[in-house]
């Protein structure tokens, strides 16, 4: 079975800090991984996707996450956070019957 | 405005009371999904819909009834409310071409407390 395994509960950081959130799953097959945020009282949105191609997967907000098929691994990454990222942040797999199997979420804390 | 839509945004109600939860989308997708969000459980399937007229059982639907008569539509209904089913509760739908590589999209959720 697939699972998605989210390393930190929270992340505390300081402002212009960089970032990485840590995502590993378990699949034997090809997956389409997937980073959501969810800010304070709204649903999740789509953050960024790979699917296939580049490794390499940027979102228009300067988050990016990386690919790395011997790792079992999909980590997103920041250089430098706003406190206008401070949100939950959610990894997600594709499951074979078109459900997404997701993480437990990692909340990102901007410290000023 | 395109998008979806859930309502009521706030519920408060008692045990043993039925509440339903609606969910509506305007893109005509397939695929329309009812998760509930608690501290420590992350995000949990309750059921799901491939189109209209099908549905199918997450992970936890216990105490939980859904319908699909319309494309646009994907009610959630506690039959019998109980104090475990207080929950932030999100409605999501996707298009079925190429199913697997398309996101989720998500509605605002139904905070829901039964007291």
């Known amino acids: 079975a697939q699972s998605v395994t989210q390393l930190d509960s929270q992340v505390p950081v300081f402002e212009e800090a960089p970032v990485e959130l840590r995502c590993n799953y378990s699949?034997?097959?090809?997956?389409?991984l997937f980073w959501y945020v969810q800010y304070p009282n709204q649903g999740l949105q789509l953050l960024l996707k790979?699917?296939?191609?580049s490794t390499l997967v940027e979102s228009i907000n300067g988050f990016e996450a990386e690919f790395n098929k011997s790792q079992t691994s999909f980590h997103l990454r920041k250089p430098s956070v706003h406190i206008s990222d401070t949100a939950e942040y959610f990894c997600a797999v594709s499951a074979s019957n078109y459900q997404l199997i997701w993480g437990a979420g990692t909340k990102l804390i901007i410290k000023p | 405005d395109a998008g979806i839509t859930q309502s009521p945004r706030y519920k408060i109600t008692e045990t043993g009371r039925q509440v339903t939860l609606m969910c509506h989308q305007t893109?005509?997708?397939?695929?329309m999904f009812w998760y509930r969000q608690d501290l420590g459980h992350g995000l949990r399937l309750i059921y799901y819909s491939a189109a209209a007229d099908i549905t199918d059982k997450g992970e936890v639907p216990d105490g939980y009834v859904v319908s699909r008569s319309k494309t646009e539509n994907f009610p959630l209904t506690l039959e019998s409310a109980t104090r475990s089913q207080t929950s932030v509760y999100f409605c999501?739908?996707?298009?079925?071409?190429?199913?697997?590589?398309?996101?989720?999209?998500f509605g605002d959720g139904t905070r829901l407390s039964i007291l």
């Open positions: 893109w005509s997708h397939s695929y």
């Open positions: 790979y699917l296939s191609g």
């Open positions: 999501a739908s996707s298009e079925s071409v190429g199913a697997q590589g398309q996101p989720q999209h």
């Open positions: 699949s034997s097959v090809s997956v389409y």
